[in-house]
């Protein structure tokens, strides 16, 4: 086995269990605080990388605005469950626009408060989405999170056995077909452990698959647009956080892409969701 690929099993062996754990442990005594750090933290230094790469596109935000406003929106969307936050995130959204106005030209500052903006609802406002499940059901954040971590699984190791046929070589010459087919058929397993579905496991087949499909197919969009941003910055990952995985951002790409996705789908397919 390659030392990268060692790297990577021992980062996800240490990694998966202690963010399940921590879940339940929140689940269990009723800390949502405990869940606004976790994920005020990804958001941290998610925001971060995302803004490295930005810059190296010359394109400046303020960045102390937006690496207070993240983590800050993302831990209050817990404790005020989304309606003050999004207070926040709209005040966020006007002083970037007033400051790359007033601090950069016409152009530069349309922009910069374009990329500014479109930060702030890619990381913290999709990340948010998590609290939507974890309040109704610990399961659905388990279930989504294993599908995220099973499709991103099954593609690298299906794409480094058997991959031959690359997916969009201009985006990412890793990618192959192969690995995205290898990584939907593990997301389908994974979206069978959700328990509701095993009363009537026949009836619920069909979604089952639906659901592991459609999930994994946006992990892959959001990694591919991921690689399409660090592609133009001239980068190979993120950030180098995570030993064989790269970056935060390298890790959530996916899973921010598949989130709305993915809870749309439970509620107003499913509706196991109020």
């Not at 951002?249 to 899973?255: N, S, V």
């Amino acid at each position: 086995m390659s030392a990268p690929v060692s790297k990577r099993l021992l980062t996800a062996a240490i990694s998966i269990p202690l963010v399940l754990v921590l879940l339940f442990v929140a689940h269990r005594y009723g800390l949502v605080w405990l869940v606004g750090i976790i994920l005020s933290t990804v958001g941290l230094i998610a925001g971060w990388e995302y803004l490295n790469l930005v810059e190296r596109l010359g394109v400046h935000p303020p960045r102390e605005l937006l690496l207070a406003a993240i983590p800050l929106y993302l831990f209050l969307a817990g404790m005020w469950e989304g309606n003050y936050a999004l207070v926040l995130g709209w005040a966020v959204a006007y002083l970037t626009v007033i400051y790359s106005f007033f601090r950069r030209g016409h152009r530069e500052g349309f922009l910069t408060s374009l990329v500014s903006i479109f930060g702030f609802i890619y990381i913290p406002g999709l990340l948010s989405f998590i609290y939507l499940l974890f309040r109704a059901d610990l399961f659905l954040v388990y279930q989504f999170l294993l599908m995220v971590w099973a499709y991103d699984s099954g593609a690298f190791f299906v794409g480094s056995l058997l991959g031959k046929h690359q997916l969009l070589p201009r985006i990412s010459l890793a990618k192959t077909w192969e690995g995205v087919a290898g990584g939907l058929a593990l997301a389908v397993v994974a979206a069978a452990i959700y328990p509701r579905f095993w009363g009537d496991f026949w009836r619920w087949l069909p979604h089952v698959v639906a659901l592991g499909i459609i999930t994994g197919a946006f992990v892959q969009l959001g990694d591919l647009f991921e690689s399409l941003l660090k592609r133009a910055a001239g980068v190979k990952d993120s950030g180098n956080i995570f030993p064989g995985h790269g970056g935060m951002l390298d890790r959530i790409d996916g899973l921010l892409a598949a989130l709305p996705v993915y809870y749309f789908y439970v509620r107003f397919v499913l509706g196991l969701l109020k």
